[in-house]
């Protein structure tokens, strides 16, 4: 059982616990690595127990199993290969189930199954070490991991808080019958936006929501010059550049920027599109389609050097997805001073503040995404502007260590809570 105390000096022993981690690449991946190695730097013990994986979609095992990350130390585990059985499993049950009712409760362990990661190993892992820490932080809900991890921790009376990085718009990621649970019986569940809190509060999954999400650690974006990395990325200096960063899945939109470019580069020739990111079925299909584009750079999954290089290269981040807890990627073109395009969902609508640091369109319609980019095309001083205030907003309210502020002060006081119960 665990013992629910700190050292004199506040110092706490954590268990972080996520699906994927550095080097893997993901928002929510960059979260718990962020906020790890933040709590390291202020000498609490962090372990984080994770995936072998850096591919959500298999969850094959590629990287080491012990290593130490900037004074965080962390142990990946084997999970179950994700193929074409789980795939269908996971797309009979999302179909059939109702996520209202939360029934039948029999599919609940295909998607437990089919979303993976799905790790015998970890599960042994939390239960021997859990009573060990003084907190488990378990990262991304609907992943199999998650549900792993909070029955092991739960067994042994482990203090568990969690971070869901749910999607309002996609009940799959969080209104199954156990991923309720956990949001239920979680100690403290952050939300990354505020629309997420309150969308949190509304559904009545927990009542101990706390406002804790993503941010950026600014010693991962040093400065560097446009001209450079354009060079580098083979893009000319006097070009006006547009931006897709991001996995290639089609509730992204990269069809919608696609299809926005093309429609301006027939008037501007200066007009170039760098679509960085992992190829899924959908982009490969969609790449067939078009055929080749005059003005498109295309690159698949990229190092860190890399998604740098084509940050600061731009002259405005497009990312219309309709599927997102947070988008970090708009924090991450603010560290560089881009302007932004974001759709207008909750979560979005929520970080990005229309036509004061970026631009808001409406999910889905690819003529006001074309507007809204020929506004700046044609006024790169206005793109500069809005990039320059999404770099305030950044600096004021994203950055690590304020984001690790209230989750060290949260963590503090469920602990404290416990202990005087």
Request: with cysteine.
């Amino acid at each position: 059982m665990a013992k629910f105390s700190m050292d004199k000096s506040g110092l706490m022993r954590l268990l972080h616990i996520s699906h994927q981690y550095h080097p893997a690449i993901g928002g929510s991946e960059r979260y718990m690595t962020d906020l790890s190695e933040e709590l390291a730097r202020r000498g609490h013990a962090v372990d984080v127990y994770t995936i072998g994986s850096t591919d959500y979609h298999t969850w094959r095992t590629v990287l080491p199993p012990t290593e130490q990350i900037n004074q965080v130390n962390v142990q990946r585990f084997h999970s179950l290969a994700r193929g074409r059985l789980a795939w269908r499993l996971l797309t009979f049950a999302l179909a059939n189930y109702d996520f209202v009712h939360h029934s039948p409760r029999w599919l609940e362990p295909l998607i437990f199954y089919g979303n993976g990661p799905c790790s015998p190993a970890l599960f042994r892992a939390v239960l021997r070490a859990a009573s060990h820490y003084d907190l488990v932080h378990i990262n991304q809900l609907h992943y199999a991991h998650a549900y792993t991890a909070f029955v092991a921790a739960r067994l042994r009376k482990a203090l568990i808080v969690t971070t869901p990085h749910l999607h309002a718009e996609q009940p799959q990621t969080y209104a199954a019958g156990y991923m309720r649970q956990m949001l239920a019986q979680s100690e403290a569940v952050f939300a990354v936006t505020r629309a997420e809190q309150q969308f949190m509060r509304e559904e009545q999954l927990s009542d101990r929501v706390v406002l804790g999400g993503n941010s950026l650690d600014l010693r991962r974006f040093p400065p560097r010059t446009t001209d450079e990395a354009r060079s580098r990325l083979g893009l000319p200096p006097g070009a006006f550049v547009i931006l897709f960063l991001g996995r290639k899945t089609e509730y992204k939109g990269l069809d919608l920027v696609i299809q926005a470019f093309a429609t301006l580069r027939q008037q501007r020739k200066d007009l170039f599109l760098l679509a960085v990111g992992p190829e899924t079925e959908f982009s490969q299909h969609l790449w067939a389609t078009t055929g080749p584009l005059d003005g498109v750079v295309q690159h698949g999954a990229v190092s860190e050097e890399t998604r740098l290089d084509a940050l600061a290269a731009c002259d405005v981040l497009v990312l219309p997805s309709t599927g997102e807890a947070f988008g970090i990627v708009f924090l991450e073109a603010w560290a560089y001073g881009k302007a932004v395009i974001g759709a207008r969902i909750p979560s979005i609508a929520s970080l990005i503040d229309d036509e004061k640091n970026g631009y808001l369109v409406t999910p889905r319609q690819p003529y006001e995404l074309q507007h809204r980019l020929a506004l700046l095309i044609e006024n790169p001083i206005l793109a500069q502007t809005l990039g320059e205030c999404g770099r305030r907003k950044l600096h004021a309210r994203y950055t690590v260590q304020q984001i690790g502020d209230t989750i060290e002060a949260t963590y503090a006081r469920v602990i404290r809570r416990k202990a005087a119960q």
